[in-house]
């Protein structure tokens, strides 16, 4: 018989992170090493834990799922991190698998889709949930471009009040590269202003776990 699949579950919601460990403890091939509250948690304790999957909540405080992921990834790129949220929105998923996850899984799902979500990454494969995939899918035969991982960054900085000089120093890149990531971004987006941006991140949850109020 083979090890059984280590699991780690990050979320700052105690009842939502007991209720996943006792689906998954119910199954005899996975074992929950832990049950961590937050992305700062994740960061200081996976190492040493050693999982096979991360069931990884996006909006946390002190240090929101998206980027515990990208620091959880530089240091172990095998790590198989699967996000667990509320958010159905496309530019949530997409942006959640552009920093590096493996699947992505709605809350409200059935309880044996998690478990099916964690053997189909362990497979080496991506995993998307059934409300997550309709979510990506375009709507009426369109096509709308998605934003790339700097772009993302980028839109992150601006919705919090920067200026492309300040966004430019921050990312050590020239004003110009900024000015042309904005108009990309407002392009894509269907978006002429810099307020337009602010709302959209508002919106799409892009500024949820970053700590930034407006």
């Given at each position: 018989m083979s090890d059984p699949i280590r699991v780690v579950i990050v979320d700052d919601h105690p009842m939502v992170a007991e209720g996943i460990q006792a689906i998954l403890e119910s199954y005899d091939d996975i074992t929950v090493l832990a049950t961590l509250c937050n992305g700062r948690e994740a960061i200081e304790k996976i190492g040493g834990l050693a999982p096979d999957v991360v069931l990884m909540?996006?909006?946390?405080?002190?240090?929101?799922?998206?980027?515990?992921?990208?620091?959880?990834?530089?240091?172990?790129?095998?790590?198989?991190?699967?996000?667990?949220?509320?958010?159905?929105?496309?530019?949530?998923?997409?942006?959640?698998?552009?920093?590096?996850?493996?699947?992505?899984?709605?809350?409200?799902?059935?309880?044996?889709?998690?478990?099916?979500?964690?053997?189909?990454?362990?497979?080496?494969?991506?995993?998307?949930?059934?409300?997550?995939k309709g979510s990506l899918e375009p709507v009426d035969g369109e096509t709308r471009e998605q934003l790339t991982s700097r772009e993302q960054t980028i839109l992150l900085q601006l919705a919090q009040g920067k200026s492309n000089k300040e966004v430019a120093r921050h990312l050590d890149i020239s004003v110009r590269t900024v000015e042309t990531h904005r108009k990309n971004i407002k392009r894509k987006l269907g978006i002429s202003s810099t307020a337009g941006l602010t709302r959209y991140a508002l919106e799409h949850g892009v500024l949820q776990g970053t700590g930034v109020e407006l």
């Amino acid at each position: 018989m083979s090890d059984p699949i280590r699991v780690v579950i990050v979320d700052d919601h105690p009842m939502v992170a007991e209720g996943i460990q006792a689906i998954l403890e119910s199954y005899d091939d996975i074992t929950v090493l832990a049950t961590l509250c937050n992305g700062r948690e994740a960061i200081e304790k996976i190492g040493g834990l050693a999982p096979d999957v991360v069931l990884m909540d996006l909006n946390m405080p002190d240090i929101g799922g998206l980027t515990a992921t990208e620091i959880l990834l530089e240091d172990t790129p095998d790590l198989r991190i699967l996000i667990l949220s509320m958010h159905d929105s496309p530019e949530y998923i997409s942006t959640a698998l552009s920093h590096g996850a493996r699947g992505y899984i709605l809350k409200d799902v059935p309880t044996d889709e998690i478990k099916t979500a964690i053997d189909t990454v362990m497979q080496g494969e991506r995993y998307l949930c059934t409300g997550a995939k309709g979510s990506l899918e375009p709507v009426d035969g369109e096509t709308r471009e998605q934003l790339t991982s700097r772009e993302q960054t980028i839109l992150l900085q601006l919705a919090q009040g920067k200026s492309n000089k300040e966004v430019a120093r921050h990312l050590d890149i020239s004003v110009r590269t900024v000015e042309t990531h904005r108009k990309n971004i407002k392009r894509k987006l269907g978006i002429s202003s810099t307020a337009g941006l602010t709302r959209y991140a508002l919106e799409h949850g892009v500024l949820q776990g970053t700590g930034v109020e407006l």
